[in-house]
């Protein structure tokens, strides 16, 4: 398998795991989190050293070996993206692989089980058109100040929604033009939607503008910004206003 091919095939497979795990009717509320996240966690860990035993590794539900550093090549993965949406049976859930090389998100897939669909850096799909009014994903608990901020200055309608990866994939798949988030995040929520996003033709940075850098000692990466390119500039300037 190509590295794109072995990213979208795990990602895939830790998602029928997930929903089997679900399914099986042995868990219930912070245990079905647990057990799904433990399960997928180890499928990928294990695959991966398996299939890529050079290649450095960064997960959110493994220990992290400063190994990883001192290497060009490191997966990053988040086996569960949205606990919550996932224990609650519910579609805005996701599973994260990706490859970074030399800190850039080059390569990824993003499963959204719940939808039966994976999406990829390799087998991009075509963008739908833009809606008039522009739409802003936000999370369906607690949106950013920031964001409802921005949403006000330009006229978006907010669109409650859960995992960062669904966000994401909202915006590949057309059902939203923007994601813009400022409250809190690490490598592995970001690092596969990235790679994705981009290589569908979206733009993806820091809130700042700068790019997303990856495989960093500390791996809190607080902001992102994933929208389609005409909406970038004018983003990022409400943002700085702020």
């Known amino acids: 398998m190509t590295d794109a091919e072995l990213a979208a095939h795990l990602a895939e497979v830790a998602g029928k795991l997930l929903i089997g795990v679900r399914d099986s009717g042995m868990f219930e509320g912070k245990s079905l989190g647990k057990a799904g996240d433990a399960t997928a966690n180890e499928f990928l860990c294990h695959a991966l050293r398996q299939q890529r035993p050079e290649d450095g590794l960064l997960s959110e539900e493994e220990k992290d070996n400063a190994a990883r550093l001192g290497m060009e090549r490191v997966w990053i993965v988040d086996p569960v993206d949205g606990t919550r949406e996932y224990g609650d049976a519910r579609t805005d859930w996701a599973v994260h692989v990706a490859l970074c090389i030399n800190g850039k998100p080059e ?8 939808l039966d669909c994976v999406l990829r850096t390799d087998a991009p799909i075509a963008v739908p058109g833009a809606a008039e009014t522009p739409r ?12 409802v901020a921005v ?19 909202a915006v590949v798949r057309g059902e939203a033009e923007i994601y813009l988030h400022t409250g809190g995040q690490y490598e592995w929520d970001s690092a ?12 993806a940075s820091r809130v700042d503008g700068s790019p997303l850098t990856y495989n960093q000692a500390d791996t809190y990466m607080p902001d992102l910004l994933i929208c389609r390119p005409e909406w970038a500039e004018r983003v990022l300037a409400e943002v700085a206003r702020l």
């Open 107 to 114: 390569i990824g897939a993003v499963a959204l089980p719940g």
């Open 136 to 147: 802003m994903v936000v999370s369906r608990t607690r949106p950013a100040a920031e964001a």
């Open 151 to 169: 949403s006000e200055a330009i006229g978006a309608e907010l669109v409650p929604m859960g995992s960062a990866g669904a966000k994401a994939m």
């Open 192 to 203: 596969a939607p990235a790679a994705v996003a981009l290589a569908h033709g979206l733009h």
